[in-house]
Structures are given as C-alpha cells and as structure tokens.
C-alpha cells in the first residue's frame, strides 16, 4: 500500500461513485478515495452514516464545483424496518428505548404509505447533524441532553413494500433532499400502533448516480494505480447530466472561462432557465443561469 505515499498531490477531476462499505464513515470513504487518487482535492454530495451502505458520490478537483447539484437530486433507499422496538437513535445502533408486542400484517402497512408520500412534515432523529444553538444534536443527546427538534417539510415521491414480514419489512423509498429514513421507520411504525427501528439502509441512487455506476474500494485498490484507476472514474460532466446544457462557441467559451455573462445566439437558444450548465468540445466551463437570453455563470471551472 506504499505506491503513492511519496506522490504529489495530482489536479484530477472527476467523479468516483463509491458503494460505501457499512460501517464506514463518509468522512473515512473520501480520505481513502482522495489517497488512493492522489487527488489535490476531494469531497462528497451527501453524507451517509455508518450504518448505511450504498452511493456515496465523491468529486475530484474541479467535480466538487459542481457537489450541490449532485447533492440537491433525488435520492432512492431500501430499507428495512424491525418491528417491535425503539430505539434512541431510531436504528440498530442505539439502545432500546420502548417495545410492542404489536405485529402490522401487509395490508395494514400498506394502507399507512400514503400518509408518507408527497409533501409532509417530518421530525429529524435527534441523533442527527442538525444544529441546536449552534451545536450538533448527536453531541448534545450523546450529552444526555434533552433535545427537541422541529418537524421540517420534505418531498416523498414514492414509496413501497419490497417485503414483509413479521419481524421486519423492506421498503423502498424515492426522496428528496433532507429525508431521513430513520424518522420514517420511527413513524410509520408509530402510527401502525407500534414501534420500530431501521435494520439495515441501502442507498440505491443520488441524483444521476446509481447502483449500476458504482464502484468497490476493493475495486479501485485492485486496479493499477495511473490510467487503470483514473478509467474507474466519472467525468466531472457526469455530476450535471440532470441539468439542461448549452454548447458555446470558441469565443463564448474564452468569456465564460473569464466569468463574464455571454449572450447565447441561434434559434434554440433558451431565454430563460433557472440552473444550467454550459460546455466547449464536451467539457464543463460553468454552471449558471439564463436571464433575458444571457448566460450568467455562477461557478467556473478550469
């Protein structure tokens, strides 16, 4: 494991579609991902917890411009529920706090699904990275704190029952930004009259990233480290394929990689649009808006 512990830091861009290992943070995942790349530079478009396995998007250079795009799209999770008991973290890391002896048949769980579809509110985990007064509340709880947070508005698209059974269910749950699975699991259970916790968690998708693109540690430390493992990575382009593009021409594209606004010309050229993304010869330049046919670049790449 010493091929690169001499090497300069490189200036690679990209992006590396992780299937997060459990019991692994996302913090550690993009430590080792940066080092086995050698990156200069490394982040990730949403965390996951240790517990949880699944798609950890992690950007290289000039990809993590383009982080809360990725970090802003629908997410997808397959989860289980165990039925019968609470716990303090409202999964099987914490400790019981309150059990049943009530058992949902199918119909029953199915029936309470669309409660938790569509725009509802939700009361995050108290163990979770939210701030209290400007504290973390997992810190404060693990203080032995009481803490209370408000419900919070979030967007369910859909949400199924994979399997069930008595002890526990596997559902599937496609959402958006700020959902947490743990609270889901916590009141579903609650208003099916009994109590429940998250067995295991699956993150199947974020934004345009899914199960199908994703890669192993124990893939990349196989593969040769140079051309073999930089061919693993996702271009930067990869991270804003959900947005609308638009092709620049030569002098369009200098201007751009200046960050002044470009009139866009031709017939198909759009007039207005609220996030974009514009490109030369097929690599990024900016992402940006269009006000009154001009593109306006917010972030631009090099």
Not at 235 to 263: F, H, M, Y
Request: net charge negative; with cysteine; hydrophobic share 40%.
């Amino acid at each position: 494991m010493t091929e690169q512990k001499k090497s300069k830091k490189r200036p690679i861009s990209g992006w590396v579609v992780l299937n997060k290992p459990y019991d692994f943070t996302s913090t550690q995942a993009v430590g080792k991902v940066r080092w086995l790349f050698s990156a200069a530079k490394a982040g990730h478009a949403g965390t996951l917890d240790p517990l949880a396995t699944g798609i950890l998007p992690i950007a290289l250079g000039e990809a993590t411009k383009a982080v809360p795009q990725v970090q802003d799209g629908t997410k997808v999770y397959r989860f289980s529920i165990v039925w019968g008991s609470a716990t303090t973290t409202d999964d099987r890391e914490g400790e019981v706090v309150a059990t049943s002896d009530v058992r949902p048949d199918r119909a029953a769980l199915d029936a309470v699904l669309p409660q938790f579809t569509g725009l509802i509110m939700q009361r995050p985990p108290i163990y979770s990275a939210l701030k209290i007064d400007g504290e973390r509340a997992y810190d404060l709880a693990r203080a032995g704190e009481t803490v209370e947070l408000e419900p919070r508005p979030i967007e369910v698209d859909e949400l199924i029952v994979v399997e069930h059974g008595t002890e526990q269910s596997v559902l599937e749950v496609t959402c958006g930004k700020g959902t947490y699975v743990r609270s889901l699991a916590r009141d579903i259970a609650e208003v099916l009259g009994t109590r429940g916790h998250v067995g295991s968690l699956h993150r199947a998708a974020v934004g345009p990233f899914s199960d199908e693109d994703a890669v192993t540690l124990e893939e990349l430390e196989a593969a040769e480290a140079g051309e073999t493992r930089d061919a693993l990575l996702a271009p930067t382009s990869a991270g804003l394929v959900d947005l609308p593009e638009i092709r620049l021409d030569a002098g369009q594209a200098s201007a751009v990689g200046n960050g002044n606004p470009v009139l866009l010309t031709g017939a198909a050229a759009p007039a207005q649009l609220e996030e974009c993304w514009v490109s030369f010869k097929g690599k990024v330049l900016a992402t940006g808006s269009v006000e009154y046919g001009q593109f306006k670049p917010r972030r631009v790449f090099h």
